[in-house]
């Protein structure tokens, strides 16, 4: 009896509680489990959870049956949290274009959406994003595959405070779309377009100065598109992983006119020759760190090159290249007098004395035989809401 008369006492106590204090309490839960433990308490209790709830993420179940009955629950949850300003619904293949009109109640809130795998939203889908969320900064829309520059337009037009946009495979874009993003969206920095094939580089004319970040790997950029790309002036990281060629020609050199350029990933470019590393070694002057493992186009006058112009150099990848000899590795240690780490391993040409020879020369150099696929700052963080 004791004990039930505690329990409403309890209960009497609480419900004197406003919601604004309630509120203020939710938010100083630090353990998503607290959170969730606090929306348990009473059906009030529940309502203040989704008022204070911040971000909503839905896991990918691998299970397309359980993957449309998540999609039924959004427009519930969304009317539930009003006050959202981060949703991931990464991975749910079965997402329909109708579940993001539920967006709309987010509105002005919203700064940050990934639709990463979503390859069931179409343009009417991010159109209707467009006109609910206007003050998205963080748009995620990798594998989108029925994304198209008609919907790139709509979401240009739609939300002109876009900073960080992931297009990594949506493989319906072309330069039309880039080119609108660049248009209405004068303070993108960072852009993915790994994998978008149908791009030239030549939607990138008239880039802003604040592009600092772009990843470009597996593309098909032509010579005249490179110019593009680096004609804003504000590239900092630069990511041209196995850039191909339409022309089987070189047309690297023109990123020579990146001068801000700070990290530039080369790897596997097998077009890449001596002239462009020479153009890109003197007209870079702060490069920082360069891969260019397995591009056997650099013979001796591209690694002279490195020597003689990359003063800033602190990491350089050298991995699997055919045409570093022993002489190119000592001019190397003759020059680049910041340089900290150098990757290499399976270079046909250099032999245990030259490789012994550099080390003596550059004891402070940290020799590496592992190759590294990525490098420079991480996706997660530029994608991430400050």
């Known amino acids: 009896m004791e004990r039930d008369t505690t329990d409403v006492s309890l209960e009497n106590y609480t419900s004197y509680l406003s919601d604004d204090c309630l509120l203020s309490i939710f938010n100083r839960l630090e353990s998503e489990l607290d959170r969730n433990a606090f929306g348990l308490t009473c059906r009030n209790w529940l309502k203040v959870r989704n008022i204070g709830r911040k971000s909503l993420t839905f896991h990918c179940s691998f299970n397309p049956k359980t993957d449309k009955e998540h999609a039924k629950c959004i427009p519930k949850l969304l009317a539930r949290s009003p006050c959202l300003n981060r949703i991931s619904l990464a991975g749910l293949t079965e997402l329909p274009d109708c579940a993001l009109d539920a967006l709309r109640m987010s509105g002005s809130s919203m700064r940050s959406l990934s639709l990463y795998c979503c390859s069931g939203i179409t343009d009417d889908g991010l159109a209707q994003v467009a006109i609910g969320c206007p003050n998205l900064v963080v748009v995620e829309l990798q594998s989108c595959f029925n994304i198209t520059d008609a919907g790139l337009e709509s979401l240009s037009k739609g939300c002109h405070a876009l900073k960080s946009l992931n297009l990594g495979s949506c493989t319906g874009i072309s330069d039309r779309g880039v080119s609108a993003i660049f248009s209405n969206c004068s303070n993108i920095c960072t852009l993915i377009i790994t994998g978008c094939r149908r791009l030239s580089g030549v939607g990138f004319r008239g880039s802003p100065s604040t592009l600092h970040y772009l990843e470009a790997e597996s593309c098909m950029l032509s010579p005249d598109g490179l110019l593009d790309v680096v004609s804003g002036g504000g590239l900092e990281y630069l990511n041209l992983h196995k850039l191909g060629s339409s022309t089987g020609l070189d047309g690297l050199g023109g990123l020579a006119f990146a001068r801000s350029l700070r990290i530039l990933n080369l790897r596997m470019c097998r077009y890449l020759t001596d002239d462009s590393v020479m153009a890109i070694a003197s007209g870079c002057p702060f490069l920082e760190e360069w891969n260019l493992a397995v591009c056997h186009g650099v013979h001796l006058p591209g690694w002279s090159a490195i020597r003689l112009y990359c ?21 190397l240690g003759n020059g680049c007098p910041h340089l900290e780490v150098l990757h290499i391993n399976s270079c046909v040409k250099i032999t245990d004395n030259g490789l012994a020879l550099f080390t003596i020369s550059r004891p402070q150099v940290n020799i590496r035989v592992d190759e590294v696929m990525s490098i420079g700052p991480s996706i997660e963080n530029l994608f991430r809401v400050q």
Request: glycine share 4%.
């Open 311 to 331: 003063n800033k150099l602190r990491v350089l990848h050298v991995n699997r290249c055919r045409n570093i000899c022993d002489q190119s590795l000592l001019g």
